[in-house]
């Protein structure tokens, strides 16, 4: 069965548990979803269910975006995404909600982590940095040497150091299911979730249970 929703993160709050307890929360406005496409391993190769999310005005799309929604008379939808699912139990065109999870199941949530642009080594990987004393007065936040000289001479492919930071694909796996408001359409996980506030979110059944 198909356990898959499509989200925007709206913030961390906390709620407080029967023991009295502060849980700390990540509230995702999670679907309605509906369903735009099923993809068959004889048409396609593989088996997976496409979901659509958020409307929008119909000028946002494009002509074949349009057309595509309109084959199960759907409204124009912002975002399409893809769910893996050997036996999905939905059908074209069905919508559907948050009540898809209940309070205390596990969930990953896929999110693109919030760009830091070009950062050091420290701040990068968490590097010690050099020594803050002994005539070092420029070593404080250096990643210290590379490599050695004659052999190899160079630096090594995939070595740790200054460069591009975040804007990445980022997973947060087996996060407990805390809320479910069909109301408002909010689902509440514990803990953090990748991505800034208003950042697209995918959630799924927990692989690692």
């Known amino acids: ?115 830091k642009g070009f950062q050091g080594g420290v701040k990068r990987y968490h590097f010690h940095g050099g020594p803050r004393t002994h005539g070092a007065s420029d070593r404080e936040r250096a990643p210290g040497s590379r490599s050695s000289t004659t052999t190899p001479g160079r630096v090594y492919k995939g070595s740790r150091g200054p460069g591009h930071m975040g804007d990445d694909r980022v997973t947060a796996q087996s996060l407990k299911v805390e809320l479910v408001d069909a109301e408002r359409n909010l689902l509440g996980v514990r803990g953090a979730v990748p991505g800034p506030k208003g950042g697209l979110v995918l959630i799924n059944e927990a692989r690692k249970q």
């Open 1 to 115: 069965m198909l356990k898959g929703l499509i989200g925007k993160k709206v913030g961390m709050t906390q709620i407080f548990d029967a023991n009295g307890s502060a849980v700390p929360i990540t509230l995702i406005e999670a679907g309605p979803c509906f369903v735009t496409q099923i993809r068959l391993p004889e048409t396609d190769g593989y088996t997976a269910v496409q979901l659509g999310f958020e409307e929008v005005k119909p000028k946002r799309l494009t002509g074949g975006e349009l057309g595509h929604l309109k084959k199960n008379d759907l409204p124009p939808l912002k975002f399409i995404r893809e769910f893996r699912s050997k036996d999905p139990q939905v059908k074209e065109g069905e919508k559907i909600t948050v009540n898809l999870f209940a309070v205390g199941e596990r969930v990953d949530v896929i999110g693109v982590s919030k760009g």
